[in-house]
Every structure is written in C-alpha cells, then in structure tokens.
C-alpha cells in the first residue's frame, strides 16, 4: 500500500520493562557498642591523680629568641680580633637566653597567697611565716616581652652595660668595652670571661626590676646569679667571703641568693624574680611576704653559715 505524500511511517510501539514500586525503608537499628573496660584509659578520660600531675607538671615554653645583632664600632681595635676569634658569637647569646630561661622561667613553682598580694607592715613575722605555708597553687613565670637585643662593642671604660633603645624598652643594647675585652687575662679565659658578662648583661635584657623600684644590688645580684648558676663563675668569686651588705651586689649578693635557693626550694628565685614583675620594691613586705621574715634576718642567717673571719691580734 503506497503512502500519502509527506508521510512519515508510524512508529511500532516500544514496550518499557515494568517499574519497580517505592517500598517502605525497613526502621533504623542501632549498632551496639563494644565493651570498653572502665580502667582502660581512652584519652577522653583522666585516671585519678592525673590532674595532679598535670598540675604539677613542669612548665618549659618555649625559648623565642629576640632578633639578635652584633655592632663593632671599631674593627680595627684589638678588641675585636680577641672577640671574634675567641667566641662563636650567635651561639653565646643563644646560649646565654636558654639558661636564662632555664633559671628564671622554665619550670612550675608553687606560689601562696602571701607571694602574690603584698603582706601589711603591720603583720608579725610569724604570721607572714604561716600565710607563706598555706594554700599552694601553682604559679608560672612571665618573661618580659624582649624582641630584639643588640650587642655593641665599643672602646669605653668600665666593662659593659644594658639599656633599653631609643626605640622602646623591648630593644635592649648591650655596650661591651673593646678595652676590658683586650685586658683580659690569662688569655686562656677569655671565651669564659666574654661568655659570662655576654650572660650577666642579657640577664637584665630579661629580669624584672619590681617596676624601677628595686635596688641595684639586688639587680646586679639576680644578674650573677645566673652567670654562677650557668657554671660562668670566673675564678676571682670567693663564696666564703661575708659582705658586708646583702645588697652588695654582683657575685656577693649572688652567692646570698644562691643561699635562699639551697634553703628554701628551687625555683626561690624565680619567685623573688616575678615578684618583682608584679609590685614595686618595698623592703619590709616584699621579702617578708616571700619568707615570712625581713632581709636582715635572712641574711644574718645566711652570715651564720660562712666562716669565721680569723681576729686580728
């Protein structure tokens, strides 16, 4: 049968395979949990006694080092050579702020309300003794926010010193006299001796100073005390010799800190250090609110251990 013109044939019809209906999705079930034993210590859960330890535990941040810069004013100074050649001098200062850190801020010290809030004038002794025993909690050092120090070699008098920049206080410059480095002898010590006033200077780029308020002797005293306490005590330091001030300063003073440390527990000084962060300098409370006794008795005790100075007949 032939077709109209512009026709298209039809199609045969396509059968479509039957589709599947929607059924209702069985309920959720809940897996059970595996028994877990109520001694095994998952990591969400602490054993008893581990809130103590962590408490306890020491305290060690780590060292962030200031940007450091080294400055000779005058290379050709003999000086200079001795310096250069004596030490390694990134390594000194890297050196020296790791033990800073390690005696005057690493590490967790128990601390009592009388160490943190000044006792009154007008408290006994005994009474400060007892607040300095009761309810310990734990304390942990604050290092001031130092960035950038720089050492600076020069021809002066004197030996060295430190100061803030003119920047702000966080830039600290530390004034090395070329002349004492070239008077150094026996020339076998000069990397200890350079070593250890380096050490002593970057200790005020760091201690605290009781907010300008406290006195020379016991900043000098801190300062040598972590130069001793480094292993940097050159051999002129005598620990027999009695001072005639606890605030002597320098390695006299150095060696009565040292005393307080032996006697009452490490890390005294750095308690005696944060303290000094907190409050300005009053010498009745401060050492009072400490160790529960004045300064003068404290050092009248540490005289007692020295010995006798031979009598002059």
Sequence with gaps: MSLPPKTTPIPQPVFMPGMSHRTEEP????????????????????????????????????????????????????????????????????????AIHKHLYSGIFTASPATATTTSSSSSSSSAESNTNT??????????????????????????????SDQDDAHKEIHFSLRYIAGIQPTSRRAAEITGVVTHELVHCYQWNGLGSAPGGLIEGVADWV??????????????????????????????????????????????????????????????????????????????????KETKR
């Design 135 to 164: 309810s310990p909690y734990p304390t942990h050092p604050h290092p001031p926010p130092t960035r950038v120090v720089t050492l600076i070699l020069r021809s002066m008098d004197g030996v060295a010193y430190t100061t803030g």
């Design 227 to 308: 130069r001793l306490q480094a292993g940097l005590a050159p051999p002129h330091w005598r620990r027999d010799q009695t001072p005639s001030r606890w605030d002597a300063g320098y390695q006299s003073t150095a060696y009565f800190l040292e005393y307080l440390e032996g006697q009452y527990g490490k890390g005294t000084v750095r308690r005696l250090n944060e303290r000094l962060r907190k409050e300005k300098y009053v010498e009745d409370t401060f050492w009072a609110g400490l160790f529960g006794k004045s300064v003068a008795q404290l050092f009248e005790e540490y005289k007692k251990t020295l010995p006798e």
């Design 27 to 98: 309920a959720p079930t809940s897996s059970v949990l595996p028994f877990r034993p109520k001694s095994e210590n998952t990591g969400d859960q602490k054993n008893e006694g581990e809130d103590e330890q962590e408490r306890d535990a020491p305290y060690d941040p780590p060292v962030n080092l200031p940007h450091l810069s080294l400055q000779i004013r005058d290379l050709a100074h003999e000086g200079a050579g001795i310096f250069l050649t004596s030490i390694n001098a990134p390594d000194v200062l890297r050196t020296a702020i790791e």
